[in-house]
């Protein structure tokens, strides 16, 4: 009976003192970010403690410093994927004597899924519509999400390579982001693409030909492409034809005014022209008319511009059946069958009197209405002129027609160059006169002389002698920097080219022009008003006529806004990096790396996405970051806040 009593007082001490047993039973499974480690409770047990060991023959350290007080389960999150732990939980009682062992193993799995990678569209650089397609990659995954911005997410859903996916809000950069988890919970950092929304096609603004129009030969083609739905886009690629004849046209910058002379034949055509940016087309269509109406041209009495009656030759120039002539181009005389010259009969009274004519075909199109003016002087007072085949400006042949006039005059003389003079001959209204040999300027003078011997003075005309018809300068091109789409300076280099230009000027829309200047290749040129689109005007003029062209380039003074959220965090075996996409014309983003123990910054790569992936930084090391972002004319903004972040290759310990 001593045993039996014996056992009794022990087991009345232990209850009296409260002394536990150790757990009976205990249990180890994979939990996302660790190790969950379950047990039995223990009878009189204050707390408990919980040993890991990566060796099944020790109980290695104690995770807990404190005791584990009213729970069951430890989760471990300080373990590193892969490895096989074991654990020894034990119940301390009140005295804080340790108690009993239940033992239980398991092998980490805290590593997310890795090669996270999304693309829109097998990675279209635009889309026109907001239903895209998301191309999807991921290994380990076993449920996964999306967001539009990175804050409010879809709802988990099994891991697959394909998700139709609809992008948000109004045409521009959209950004969509792509996390996945395993099985057992582990979340990676989202990966991230980019695509612009472009649903707006070109906006294509066609001037000429209009709708049924009429036109003579040959019509203009003007027309202007907008594109207000990409403000990014530069230039359209437009094509064109009518009927079955195509209009060589290409590339046109967007914004910039379109022309171009079509020569058709007569007959009723059909134009179609079609421009496209870089997501969308646009296009019109119009039917006009060529005709066959005649070219007209009409001058007045004897090319003098004067006249002292009221009558006077009305000289027609044109392939047509019948004319007809107007002092008003409202009411009209009679049709009378062509004829080069017409006797004509101004409007009473003195002054300058304007004549209209027109013509028509064969087939009955009218001319454009042709005009010249005269001045009807009854009384003219002293004076004497000379013009050279009617005031115009070149002739193909030496032989050309003198108007002459002078007031009282008897007799008159000729002369090339002022000195050698032809001789005396009666006054007359018209001679003919032969230029010097060689092309160029060329001028005549004229003198005469009163019945009274007295000098009724001298006067000249000029005219440009050439065998190919002198035109206003040709060939005109402004080119802003070698061609460049965008400068961050005020001050460019303007390259210039004309051909036959005497002097040309360059100016900006909105600031008026710089003086004429005699014409020259290159000039230096300060834009005016705040960052965007500028159009630089270039002009050109000889004595034939004027003519212009302009240049465009995109002013950027500004960098782009820094970034100011960049972010780090640290996975299993590489570093996540994101950031909030900046306003303004930001294009790409420059990442750059430095290893705080030597503190130097160097380009770690470029993307378009807002989020990285280092998966090249070394565990242990400790990495700071930080981000610019790029814009379309290639500067940089400042760099944006710093971050750290570095990946442990260590156990975690416990003092």
């Not at 914004?255 to 296009?283: F, R, W």
């Not at 100016?507 to 630089?536: A, H």
Request: glycine residues 10%; proline residues 5%.
């Amino acid at each position: 009976m001593r045993p039996i009593i014996a056992v009794a007082g022990i087991l009345a001490f232990l209850l009296l003192f409260g002394c536990a047993g150790g757990p009976s039973s205990a249990t180890a499974k994979q939990v996302a970010g660790g190790i969950q480690v379950s047990w039995s409770p223990a009878d009189g047990a204050a707390g408990y403690a919980v040993y890991r060991s990566t060796d099944a023959a020790s109980a290695g350290i104690r995770m807990n410093s404190a005791l584990i007080v009213g729970e069951t389960s430890y989760t471990d999150t300080s373990v590193r994927d892969g490895v096989t732990y074991y654990y020894t939980v034990r119940s301390v009682d009140a005295s804080g004597k340790e108690n009993g062992g239940a033992t239980a193993s398991a092998t980490a799995k805290v590593a997310p899924p890795a090669g996270l990678t999304v693309s829109i569209n097998q990675g279209a650089t635009y889309t026109t519509d907001k239903s895209v397609t998301l191309y999807l990659s991921a290994t380990g995954a076993s449920q996964c999400r999306f967001s539009n911005d990175g804050s409010t997410w879809s709802d988990w859903e099994p891991y697959a390579t394909i998700k139709a996916w609809t992008l948000p809000g109004e045409d521009g950069p959209k950004d969509v982001y792509y996390q996945c988890a395993d099985a057992i919970g582990n979340n990676a950092q989202p990966a991230t693409a980019s695509i612009y929304l472009d649903t707006q096609p070109p906006k294509l603004s066609l001037f000429s030909p209009v709708m049924n129009g009429q036109y003579s030969g040959s019509f203009v083609l003007d027309f202007t492409v907008t594109d207000d739905a990409d403000p990014a886009a530069l230039t359209a690629t437009c094509t064109g034809a009518v009927d079955s004849s195509p209009i060589a046209i290409g590339v046109v910058d967007i914004g910039k005014e379109i022309s171009m002379t079509v020569y058709s034949q007569p007959g009723s055509h059909m134009l179609h022209i079609e421009c496209a940016d870089k997501a969308l087309n646009t296009s019109q269509t119009v039917t006009f008319t060529v005709n066959d109406k005649p070219s007209v041209s009409l001058s007045l009495g004897d090319g003098a511009g004067y006249t002292a009656s009221t009558t006077v030759p009305a000289h027609i120039t044109a392939k047509a059946q019948d004319c007809r002539l107007s002092n008003d181009g409202v009411t009209w005389g009679s049709w009378f069958p062509y004829t080069d010259s017409k006797q004509w009969t101004l409007t009473p009274g003195d002054g300058t009197k304007t004549v209209y004519a027109q013509c028509r075909s064969g087939t009955g199109a009218v001319s454009d209405t042709a005009q010249d003016t005269i001045v009807l002087d009854t009384s003219p007072p002293p004076y004497i002129s000379v013009s050279i085949n009617n005031d115009a400006r070149w002739t193909n042949s030496r032989n050309v027609l003198l108007g002459l006039y002078a007031f009282a005059a008897s007799q008159c003389r000729f002369s090339n160059d002022d000195m050698a003079w032809s001789g005396w001959e009666p006054y007359t209204t018209s001679r003919a006169w032969t230029l010097t040999a060689g092309e160029g300027t060329k001028t005549v003078y004229y003198n005469c002389q009163k019945r009274t011997g007295d000098d009724a003075g001298t006067a000249s005309a000029s005219i440009t002698y050439s065998e190919v018809q002198p035109d206003p300068p040709s060939g005109l091109d402004v080119t802003i920097n070698n061609g460049d789409e965008y400068t961050t300076s005020t001050k460019v280099t303007l390259r210039l080219s004309a051909d036959g230009a005497n002097e040309c000027r360059v100016g900006q829309d909105g600031y008026g022009w710089n003086g004429w200047m005699d014409y020259i290749s290159r000039v230096t040129f300060s834009l005016q008003g705040p960052d965007g689109e500028k159009t630089v005007n270039y002009q050109c003029r000889n004595d034939y006529g004027t003519r212009s062209t302009y240049g465009t380039i995109y002013l950027v003074t500004q960098p782009p806004p820094k970034i100011t959220n960049l972010q780090a965090s640290a996975g299993e075996d590489s570093i996540y990096l994101s950031w909030s996409r900046p306003s303004g014309s930001v294009v790409s983003y420059s990442i750059y790396r430095s290893d705080t123990s030597l503190g130097l910054f160097a380009l770690l790569t470029t993307t378009r996405s807002v989020s990285y992936i280092d998966s090249g930084a070394a565990p242990g090391a400790t990495y700071a970051y930080s981000v610019r972002s790029n814009d379309v004319a290639g500067q940089q903004s400042a760099d944006s806040n710093i971050v750290t972040a570095s990946i442990d290759n260590g156990l975690a310990q416990n003092p």
